[in-house]
């Protein structure tokens, strides 16, 4: 079969796609159908935690896929509760909704939000301020909570009562929370936006004055969670818990799964009948991510941290680099030459890298061995300077 022949012909025209069908993998090296070995630098868009095939992970989940893949959420699941108390107990939240995708997670999130202020306050209070470059999915709610005009068009009306805020504008954020704002949604480290990291100052400024006021601060963990940038969720670097927070992509190493994790305030909005999902919490996806959150110890998040400096102190300072940012093991690296002929030039040297607005974007597993970064580092600076 010609694969990309098939894929053009009958596929939807979403994605732009990268010449390579990829057909297996072993840690953080994938293969093509010519047998061709890459660095895997973008783990699937920060999917592939682990990497590809982790022998742990593989067996956690084809134990819970070969004794039941699948029930409803009328009966009681071993790897939901425990998935649920992992996540809780980890984070210090009281409650957690299982959902598929980064989408649904915030979907889910937004309606806990709007719920959370008609409950307390009565209709009104529906605004929720989302940030300039953002990104929080795909569907229409999400869209327009996304702050990126460019996404604002063809699939309107979008959904009302979202406002954008620049990131690091006090004054411009403090000039939305009015009486008729019931929630802050922010990404801590824009991804899709270009690898951002928000000051700590701005974030403190946000919460202190979200507090004051009663409304919700909401985190959208899709990509930063789940040991991505040195800890377990980005808003344990800025030194307060949120009231929701979101995540999806890693937590389940591969498989897919969305949670949303309450707080005590917001812990019991959404009652039976408010809010569902079919395949929420799949055992096989829970299994899976029971195994990614049992081994992201402190022994792993550290490694992270040391990793993500190696790939910035190697990259950084370089004559085609003109910045590097990001987090732990989610970097971005603004060249001074085109970009797309950068990521060619590293696929052709064998290392698969991504792309976030005007950077380059660096994702790998959280476990990728040492050597194997170095190799993925020399062959990118070859591919930079090439
Ligand atoms: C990827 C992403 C989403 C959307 O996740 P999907 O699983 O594609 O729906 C939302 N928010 C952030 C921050 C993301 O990176």
């Known amino acids: 079969m010609d694969i990309k022949a098939a894929d053009q012909k009958y596929i939807a025209h979403t994605y732009g796609r990268v010449p390579l069908v990829l057909t297996g993998g072993k840690g953080s090296v994938v293969t093509d159908d010519a047998g061709r070995e890459y660095i895997d630098m973008g783990s699937g868009i920060a999917v592939n935690t682990f990497g590809a095939a982790d022998p742990g992970w593989v067996q956690a989940v084809t134990a819970q896929l070969s004794a039941l893949q699948h029930t409803s959420n009328y009966y009681y699941t071993e790897p939901m509760a425990k998935l649920a108390s992992l996540l809780c107990e980890k984070t210090g939240m009281a409650k957690v909704f299982f959902s598929n995708s980064g989408a649904e997670a915030n979907e889910c999130a937004i309606k806990a939000a709007r719920k959370y202020s008609f409950d307390r306050y009565g209709e009104g209070r529906k605004k929720i301020i989302t940030?300039?470059?953002?990104?929080?999915?795909?569907?229409?709610?999400?869209?327009?909570?996304?702050?990126?005009?460019?996404?604002?068009?063809?699939?309107?009306?979008?959904?009302?009562?979202?406002?954008?805020?620049k990131a690091g504008d006090k004054e411009g954020l403090a000039a939305e929370v009015d009486e008729s704002c019931c929630a802050i949604l922010m990404e801590l480290i824009q991804g899709e936006g270009g690898v951002n990291v928000l000051d700590q100052d701005f974030v403190d400024f946000a919460v202190e004055l979200a507090r004051k006021k009663d409304i919700l601060i909401l985190v959208d963990e899709v990509q930063t969670g789940n040991g991505r940038t040195g800890k377990l969720y980005s808003w344990m670097h800025y030194g307060f818990r949120p009231d929701i927070f979101t995540t999806a992509k890693g937590l389940a190493?591969?498989?897919?799964?969305?949670?949303?994790?309450?707080?005590?305030k917001t812990g019991d909005v959404l009652t039976p009948g408010s809010h569902g999902s079919t395949f929420g919490g799949n055992p096989v996806c829970a299994a899976g991510a029971v195994y990614v959150l049992e081994h992201l110890d402190e022994e792993l998040l550290q490694e992270v941290k040391e990793k993500g400096d190696y790939i910035r102190e190697s990259l950084e300072g370089?004559?085609?680099?003109?910045?590097?940012?990001?987090?732990?093991?989610?970097i971005g690296v603004k060249l001074k030459k085109d970009l797309a002929q950068a990521v060619t030039a590293c696929r052709e040297k064998g290392v698969l890298v991504l792309t976030a607005h005007d950077k380059m974007r660096l994702l790998p597993p959280l476990n990728i061995p040492f050597p194997v970064l170095q190799e993925a580092v020399a062959r990118i600076k070859e591919g930079i300077e090439g």
């Open 253 to 264: 190493g591969g498989l897919p799964l969305g949670a949303t994790v309450f707080n005590e």
């Open 131 to 165: 940030l300039r470059d953002s990104f929080h999915g795909r569907t229409v709610t999400t869209l327009s909570a996304t702050g990126q005009d460019s996404l604002h068009t063809y699939f309107g009306p979008f959904t009302e009562g979202f406002a954008y805020v």
């Open 318 to 330: 370089l004559p085609d680099v003109e910045e590097v940012t990001g987090m732990g093991l989610m």
